[in-house]
């Protein structure tokens, strides 16, 4: 009798087989994963041919700035006088990409110089966000307001800016 008492605590005791995890069978199991890619076709933003952000013609007088809106009418502050006649206008751009897609529209300030002398501007984009339509395409415009000291040097003033678009 002691010896079936024995033997049944060493059975006990004894560790069983290994139990396999829950969906495998045996001692290693492989699955499969999923993946997705999308490429999407590249953003292109291109300067439309013959446009430019035009501050028009001014005198300087005491300072002060002339605004030209994404829309192209230019206002004036300070002691800056725009000249009868005189034409502003505001810059325009395309965009293509990905159909029906978002973007984001970042611009920088710039400058404009003639003779060594810089005027800086600010510019401001017609909307700071567009989409694409269904064929991929969309236009922006901008505006800007140019800082004008007292008594700046005449001359014909030009510069460059930088426009990025990403997509949202």
């Known amino acids: 009798m002691a010896r079936s008492?024995?033997?049944?605590?060493?059975?006990?005791a004894w560790p069983g087989p290994a139990l396999a995890a829950p969906g495998s069978i045996g001692a290693a199991a492989t699955g499969t994963g999923s993946a997705t890619a999308t490429v999407l076709a590249p953003i292109v933003v291109t300067h439309t041919p013959g446009a430019a952000l035009k501050f028009g013609k001014f005198t300087a007088g005491a300072g002060g700035a002339v605004v030209v809106s994404p829309a192209g009418?230019?206002?004036?502050?300070?002691?800056?006088?725009?000249?009868?006649?005189?034409?502003?206008?505001?810059?325009?751009?395309?965009?293509?990409?990905?159909?029906?897609?978002?973007?984001?529209?970042?611009?920088?300030?710039?400058?404009?110089?003639?003779?060594?002398?810089?005027?800086?501007?600010?510019?401001l984009p017609s909307a700071a966000t567009g989409n694409l339509d269904v064929a991929g395409a969309a236009s922006f415009t901008i505006g800007g307001t140019l800082r004008v000291p007292a008594n700046a040097a005449p001359g014909s003033y030009t510069g460059t800016y930088s426009v990025t678009v990403n997509y949202n």
């Open 73 to 123: 009418s230019a206002s004036v502050t300070g002691g800056v006088a725009l000249v009868l006649g005189s034409s502003s206008d505001a810059d325009s751009f395309l965009v293509e990409g990905d159909p029906n897609r978002g973007f984001a529209i970042l611009t920088a300030a710039g400058s404009v110089s003639f003779a060594g002398v810089s005027l800086a501007f600010t510019t």
């Open 5 to 12: 008492w024995m033997a049944a605590g060493l059975l006990a």
